[in-house]
């Protein structure tokens, strides 16, 4: 069965501080990766998408790095802010059709003042 | 311009009754996806509507579950005799033709639904 699998699960960090975000996948083939930034009570927004031939990938304070040989993302954030308090969804897309997408289940981040 | 909009935002059913939920994608969008949120899970696919090619009903879990979309715009998704289990947070998405079935979504704000 396909899988993405985001860790931590939660996390929790100071204002100002980095923190970066794990995702792996089993899915195969694959088509294209992406994050999406969910605010709680919101729907999913997009923050980066990359496809295999892609390594890194910035949206402001946002960076998305991929290897495709081990299957590992990671979502970098950069000098917190207290509005990156959501959750962070790694979706990995079947490859066979690419509107089929694979969600994980996301980290919630709280970032703290 | 407007985003996705859904409604209700919220509804409470007794077991066993019927519920609708609506979507209203970006206009000009023909990509169009359901999803269901159930807690603690990922995103489970529901549906997808492309234009006027047939939809991939692939992800709707029984045949309690059916959706339309009338005029390549607006669709509503039907749950019939409601279970418990249905309880959940169901976002609707659209894209544009220009992203391609691999282009950006843009995710409504959902409606929550419980199933008592």
């Known amino acids: 069965k396909n899988q993405v699998e985001q860790s931590p699960q939660s996390l929790i960090i100071l204002e100002g501080k980095n923190c970066t975000l794990q995702?792996?996948?089993?899915?195969?083939?694959?088509?294209?990766l992406r994050w999406y930034k969910q605010d709680t009570g919101r729907g999913p927004v997009s923050l980066t998408i990359m496809t295999f031939s892609e390594n890194t990938k910035s949206n402001g304070r946002y960076t998305a790095t991929l290897d495709a040989d081990t299957k590992q993302s990671s979502l970098h954030i950069t000098a917190s802010q207290l509005s990156d308090s959501a959750s962070y969804i790694c979706v990995v897309s079947e490859g066979s059709g690419t509107y089929k997408y694979i969600f994980g289940t996301g980290t919630r981040l709280k970032v703290l003042a | 311009g407007a985003g996705v909009s859904q409604s209700p935002s919220n509804k409470v059913t007794e077991k066993g009754k019927d519920v609708e939920l609506r979507c209203d994608p970006i206009s000009g969008h023909t990509a169009l996806y359901w999803y269901r949120q159930s807690l603690g899970q990922g995103l489970e696919f529901l549906i997808y509507f492309q234009g006027n090619s047939a939809p991939d009903k692939s992800g709707l879990p029984s045949d309690r579950f059916s959706a339309e979309r009338t005029g390549g715009s607006v669709s509503t998704l039907t749950i019939q005799r409601t279970q418990q289990e249905d309880s959940a947070v169901y976002l609707c998405?659209?894209?544009?033709?220009?992203?391609?079935?691999?282009?950006?979504?843009?995710f409504g704000p959902g409606t929550r639904l419980l199933v008592l």
């Open positions: 998405a659209s894209s544009s033709i220009a992203g391609g079935p691999g282009g950006t979504q843009y």
């Open positions: 995702c792996n996948y089993t899915v195969s083939p694959f088509s294209n």
